[in-house]
């Protein structure tokens, strides 16, 4: 889905929007953050879901802004288990 609006200069951009994300099973991995995840208040992100991750030496703490149905299963981050 897409949508476009308008901004003060009166060009068009587009905004995606995302939905029925999934990770399975990912191996240890090493990152800034493990969850990025920024929608607009008129179009969140929907349906994320991960399931048997481990994300072994994160930096910064998780941003979810505007999402809606985030799941967490067996999820660990900087070696402790997270729940959502």
Not at 21 to 32: A, G, R
Not at 40 to 58: H, K, M, Q, S
């Amino acid at each position: 889905m897409e949508f476009v609006t308008r901004g003060r200069d009166r060009r068009a951009r587009a905004i995606h929007v995302c939905s029925r994300v999934q990770c399975l099973s990912s191996p240890t991995i090493s990152c800034s953050y493990a969850l990025y995840l920024r929608g607009f208040a008129n179009a969140p992100i929907r349906d994320v879901r991960l399931t048997d991750c481990d994300f072994g030496d994160v930096a910064k703490a998780n941003v979810a802004e505007h999402v809606e149905g985030l799941s967490l299963r067996n999820v660990r981050m900087n070696g402790k288990a997270v729940d959502r």
